[in-house]
């Protein structure tokens, strides 16, 4: 039986996923996609041949099996609501919600629907990151002690996005915060973080920052840091590392072609992947197949809602301890 999913908002992830639906995912197709702005409506009929609606009730009255939550965040806890009520699977962009009295509606509504819900954290995903977890739990590198995930993006995100992201911990650190969960298989349970404001002039206006060191405390005492940045002029850094009383896992970035020049001169390397959808295309892809893994009730490797909280209520904790300059603890939250 193929999967009929029924797509929210297109826009730049919202086509992304519709394209790899279309393309890459065996199992399921795009049914119809539900976008009120009607140049991206008609950008989906032109590039994926498929039916549009304006009115999201329309669309979960289509017939459709599942539904691809990706429009904006205000707008994701109240649509796995709608995906409960109407008894059908969802998978939802990251944050569930800019408001973890929110989220924790939304996951209890998908639990007691009995739903299936996969949060987008697709890094979890990764090949190489993926190794280095499933070191970890194997006990490869003995007891951890450290982990290290360093994270930036190559330019800024455009300015008018800024006010309605929900700023840098709950757009962009989210993913790293769970991944630090995701490494370790166990609870952060304290953050501290230094940050400031130097890459995008309109990020300090609106109380927000585009760099950040994230320190984490884990349950067993581990440590944890979070290095993030809004740009870098090399491209799209994504490392993690794991250190233990064994010796160290790690997983680095793909280049753009795997190949070297060494001359005379000295040694010349690929550049990086440009950014997200390309670094970590075989992550989304993975990430849908987990995601109908789960719909048909095998093991699934996906961030489910409980994770989608979790890494929420990290980037609430986080962006406590840059308002007050304190450590906080997530327990207090």
């Not at 790899?20 to 041949?49: H, N, S, W, Y």
């Not at 599942?66 to 806890?77: F, Y």
């Not at 998978?91 to 299936?116: H, T």
């Not at 915060?177 to 609106?206: C, F, Q």
Request: glycine fraction near 10%; hydrophobic fraction near 45%; charged fraction near 25%.
């Amino acid at each position: 039986m193929t999967l009929r999913v029924g797509l929210i908002g297109y826009g730049r992830i919202g086509a992304m996923h519709a394209g790899l639906l279309t393309r890459f995912v065996d199992g399921a197709e795009l049914a119809a996609v539900c976008e009120p702005i009607p140049a991206a409506a008609r950008r989906a009929e032109a590039e994926m041949g498929v039916r549009t609606v304006e009115d999201e009730v329309a669309l979960f009255e289509s017939g459709i099996d599942a539904v691809a939550i990706c429009s904006s965040t205000p707008t994701h806890a109240r649509y796995i609501k709608m995906a409960a009520g109407a008894g059908i699977a969802a998978f939802c962009e990251k944050p569930i919600s800019l408001d973890l009295a929110e989220a924790a509606e939304a996951v209890e509504a998908a639990e007691s629907a009995g739903i299936p819900l996969v949060l987008g954290f697709n890094r979890r995903l990764d090949p190489g990151h993926r190794a280095v977890r499933d070191g970890v739990a194997r006990g490869e590198i003995g007891t951890p002690w450290q982990v290290v995930i360093i994270s930036r993006d190559p330019e800024p995100p455009p300015a008018d996005y800024l006010p309605v992201s929900g700023g840098l911990f709950r757009d962009m650190a989210i993913h790293d915060l769970d991944m630090a969960r995701y490494l370790l298989g166990e609870e952060v349970v304290e953050v501290n973080v230094t940050a400031t404001s130097l890459v995008i002039p309109e990020a300090e206006a609106l109380g927000d920052v585009d760099l950040a060191f994230i320190s984490l405390r884990y349950e067993s005492g581990a440590l944890g840091l979070i290095v993030n940045s809004r740009a870098a002029a090399y491209g799209y850094e994504q490392r993690i590392e794991v250190n233990g009383s064994k010796g160290q896992l790690a997983s680095g970035d793909p280049p753009l072609r795997h190949t070297r020049l060494a001359t005379a001169g000295g040694f010349s390397t690929p550049v990086l992947q440009h950014f997200f959808a390309e670094r970590y295309r075989e992550s989304y892809i993975r990430q849908w197949n987990e995601f109908l893994a789960l719909i048909r009730g095998e093991e699934s490797w996906a961030a489910n809602g409980r994770d989608g909280y979790a890494a929420l209520a990290l980037a609430e904790a986080a962006q406590r301890s840059h308002d007050t300059g304190r450590p906080v603890k997530v327990r207090d939250l």
